[in-house]
């Protein structure tokens, strides 16, 4: 059984442990301080039932715990309010909807109303789970060979920080439908909170300082955001404890809340949009935004170790290839190896390496291109991969093809989970791609529209931002929507659903949502020391085994006896995740991100 905790609960921020990233090192004890102390009141100021603080000596590491529901993001105030909607009665969709609006306010380097992503939602009337797809799509005038030069090399420029970088976004469709076809409570109601936060404005937290300090000759590039973003049309920034007000995204809001989808994708909003992506040398269409449409799909999944996984399918490559990862590793004993051993990650390494060389050649959008879904997580496919992993020998990525899986056929991101007491669940993962995506506001919206268009391949073989290798089967095409990381998962046992989970970080996120489920199922963790556990990644190309700071060295020296070529690097993820059992919600906000929050009632 899963290690958690039926008889010792305790609440416990998280996120006050967090382990601080920022470039400027001048904000970096006051970043700390302030976020405890402010993710503190708010939790002091509810009025949610909560157990004592009691502690189980077995663990260092204990997650949030809740009688009726819970909410996890990545934001204290998009929390919070999610909270408030389950205790007025909405259901974990009408939560999830809620927060996705609110994080569009208070965490615009990624929350947002121009970009796009995906949702898995367990209804427990219907016992069914369901795959939203509410990816950005190209342009109907995009082309293949958009983003190549005169002599035919890709031109980064084009894809991430030009209009021809943003695709038709997707957010708004994708939240409406969940709401209209899973949800409880109206769209007033639920983008009420949202729109009070950008009217009233919010508190300058160090960490949304620190990211309009790390983004700002991105931001400042466009004259449209200037005055957004910065104080004074643009000659002044923001500091620290200032009010943050955003008048042109409230107005935005709340022509959605009154008309709909037709508030974003037609009228007034539309025309800015299309107009600004024009002007910047875009090719999208006011046509384009009024057809955009969000797709419910089948979810993918998968079986380990007797526990149910479900899976964001194509577009996204993460669904597909969790569970082939899962498939591969089922064959050792991973819980009997240890938990970041040298030999449990060599096997790992080598199976992400397998996996990621199978995504350059298979995956794309399935409206465009067939995806050997059935035989990617085929059981007998992964032990054909196994079988080729030496547990001695790391082998080279450059002796890494993908594999044949036909025959087995018959960087700124933010996710967040919610659970509720009638067992309803969603993990939603929703994007613009890059920090504050193209930067580019569209004009008088106050809608940051995303550079989403860099995840299509814009040359076989050429990587994108995150270092990605694609292919033909990703490539730029009208109407097309780009391949994703992103990954939305939720664990079921015994047909309930006990675990929702999730991560932003471009390619490292189905290794980081991998990694939170090893650690539950194979290591025994409760949420909150899956959660803090070091994390390791290894994408075929670069061939690099990626570590986190933290790594016992011994490990490392074993690692590079077997072959692998070790980095330390920057923090991986940002996982907002629960657990659900008879002993009631578990919850633990990533010490990585300062800002998370979880919290129940």
Excluded at 28 to 48: D, M, N, P
Excluded at 81 to 105: P, Y
Excluded at 210 to 231: H, I, M, Y
Excluded at 323 to 352: C, F, K, P, S, W
């Amino acid at each position: 059984m899963i290690k958690t905790y039926f008889n010792h609960y305790l609440f416990v921020q998280s996120s006050s442990r967090h382990r601080n990233q920022t470039p400027l090192k001048k904000v970096k004890h006051l970043l700390t301080l302030t976020v405890i102390t402010a993710i503190s009141s708010v939790i002091s100021q509810t009025s949610f039932a909560q157990t004592p603080a009691i502690y189980s000596s077995e663990s260092i590491f204990h997650p949030v715990w809740a009688e009726h529901g819970m909410v996890a993001s990545q934001e204290a105030l998009a929390s919070k309010i999610g909270v408030e909607i389950l205790q007025k009665g909405g259901n974990a969709v009408d939560a999830g909807v809620a927060v996705g609006f609110a994080l569009a306010v208070t965490l615009p380097r990624a929350g947002n109303l121009g970009g796009g992503g995906f949702m898995m939602i367990y209804d427990a009337k219907k016992k069914r789970t369901f795959a939203l797809d509410y990816r950005e799509m190209a342009p109907a005038k995009a082309y293949k060979d958009m983003y190549l030069d005169k002599d035919g090399n890709a031109v980064e420029e084009l894809s991430r920080f030009h209009g021809l970088a943003v695709g038709v976004p997707g957010t708004v469709d994708g939240l409406i439908t969940a709401l209209e076809n899973y949800g409880t409570l109206d769209l007033k109601t639920v983008i009420a909170p949202a729109i009070k936060l950008a009217e009233q404005g919010i508190v300058v937290t160090p960490d949304l300082y620190t990211s309009l300090q790390s983004a700002k000759e991105r931001l400042q590039k466009w004259d449209s955001s200037k005055p957004v973003f910065f104080k004074n049309n643009g000659q002044a920034d923001y500091q620290i404890g200032d009010k943050f007000i955003q008048k042109d995204l409230a107005h935005s809001l709340k022509l959605i809340a009154e008309q709909g989808r037709d508030g974003f994708y037609q009228g007034a909003t539309a025309k800015a949009i299309a107009d600004s992506v024009t002007a910047a040398g875009g090719l999208m269409s006011i046509e384009d935004l009024a057809s955009y449409k969000a797709v419910i799909r089948e979810p993918v999944m998968g079986n380990y170790r007797g526990y149910s996984i479900a899976s964001m399918p194509p577009p996204s490559s993460g669904g597909i290839h969790i569970i082939q990862i899962l498939n591969i590793l089922e064959n050792y004993r991973i819980g009997a190896m240890g938990h970041n051993t040298a030999d449990t990650i060599h096997v790992m390494a080598e199976a992400m390496k397998l996996a990621y060389a199978d995504r350059a050649e298979y995956l794309g959008d399935p409206d465009f291109v067939k995806v050997p879904m059935k035989g990617l997580t085929s059981k007998d496919y992964a032990h054909s991969l196994f079988e080729q992993i030496s547990k001695d020998k790391a082998r080279p990525a450059k002796d890494i093809k993908h594999g044949q899986p036909m025959p087995y056929e018959s960087d700124q991101t933010t996710h967040f989970s919610v659970m509720d007491k009638d067992g309803n669940a969603i993990s939603n993962t929703y994007t613009l791609n890059f920090s504050y995506g193209t930067g580019m506001v569209a004009n008088g919206t106050g809608i940051l529209l995303n550079n989403e268009m860099d995840d299509f391949s814009a040359k076989p073989g050429v990587p994108n931002g995150y270092g990605l290798i694609g292919g033909d089967a990703n490539a730029v095409a009208g109407g097309k929507r780009p391949l994703s990381s992103m990954s939305p998962t939720l664990v079921f046992k015994d047909g309930k659903p006990i675990l929702a989970t999730g991560s932003p970080g471009g390619s490292r996120i189905i290794t980081t949502t991998l990694q939170i489920i090893m650690n539950v199922i194979d290591h025994k963790m409760n949420i909150a020391e899956a959660t803090n556990a070091v994390r390791v990644h290894h994408q075929w190309l670069p061939d690099e085994l990626r570590i986190e700071k933290g790594l016992n060295q011994d490990t490392i020296n074993l690692l590079k006896a077997k072959g692998q070529n070790v980095v330390e690097k920057e923090a991986m993820g940002s996982t907002q995740s629960i657990m659900h059992n008879e002993g009631g919600f578990f919850g633990a906000s990533d010490p990585r991100t300062p800002s998370a929050l979880t919290t129940g009632y």
